[in-house]
Every structure is written in structure tokens, then in C-alpha cells.
């Protein structure tokens, strides 16, 4: 978190490997055209880096983003992956 720039992580705390991250995100149904995807990302980024919203992020210590359609489905695609390992791994089963 750049507010604390200091604070160890958990990872850096004595549990290696340990990565969670909290993020939002817009999502739309599969067939929205690309351009209309595209469009929505552009006009939510100039949104989340407005001065105004900027900071009121940094205040929340929130770093924002606001990456490509691409790869916040790459990213999305990893926190699956990630996650249904850990759960495989646990032997646990969602329902």
C-alpha cells in the first residue's frame, strides 16, 4: 500500500506465498461487442483517475488500475486458477 509503505506484508510476515488482493471491477454480459467493452473501459478509466477520485482512492490507500478488457481477463482468469487450486489443494468441494 503506498500509504504505508513500511508495513511488511503478510508474505513478508512468515507466511510465503500468501497473496490475496481485493479488487472492483465492471463486468458485462459475453456477447457485448468489443467496442462497446472498449468504450466503457476508456470512459471508467478517465473516471477513476479524475483528481477527485484519484484522491479520494488515495486516501483509502486503494491503488486503481483500470487496465485493458484483455488484461483484466487475463488477470480474472488467474484468480480462478489460483484459487481453484487452493481449493483442490484443501480437498473442499463448492457447491
Known sequence: MKALPDLPTVAESGVPGYSVEAWFALFA???VPA?????LQVE???AIHAPEIARRYEVESTDVIGNSPQEFTREVKAEFEKWRGLVAKAGLKIQ
Not at 467496442?35 to 468504450?39: F, K, M, Q, S
Open 44 to 46: 471508467a478509466a478517465k
Open 29 to 31: 454480459p459475453a456477447r
Open 35 to 39: 467496442a462497446t467493452v472498449n468504450r
